[in-house]
């Protein structure tokens, strides 16, 4: 058991020490709230299709992220309960 306590904490220090990397000055709400600006003021299906579904693209792109951000954060801290958990163990 010892060495698979070992494995947990390298790996609770791997993805602890990593997770900054991915969401690092993302604002993926921003970025939702301007596409759909942008898709409002220039976005018309009739006259400018392209425009239209780049914007609606780009929307959903950014609300998607949004929720992959949300869901990364909880897995942050899961993690970290992990890791506590761990070290009160002594492991």
Do not use: C
């Not at 976005?43 to 998607?64: D, I, M, S, V």
Request: hydrophobic share 40%.
């Amino acid at each position: 058991m010892v060495g698979g306590g070992r494995v947990w904490r390298i790996l609770v220090d791997v993805i602890i020490k990593k997770r900054n990397l991915i969401t690092k000055n993302m604002d993926f709400h921003n970025a939702e709230e301007q596409f759909n600006d942008n898709f409002r003021q220039f976005g018309n299906a009739q006259t400018e299709p392209e425009k239209f579904n780049l914007y609606a693209g780009l929307a959903n792109l950014a609300r998607g992220l949004r929720v992959v951000q949300s869901e990364l954060e909880d897995i942050r801290n899961r993690v970290a309960r992990i890791e506590q958990t761990l070290n009160q163990r002594g492991f």
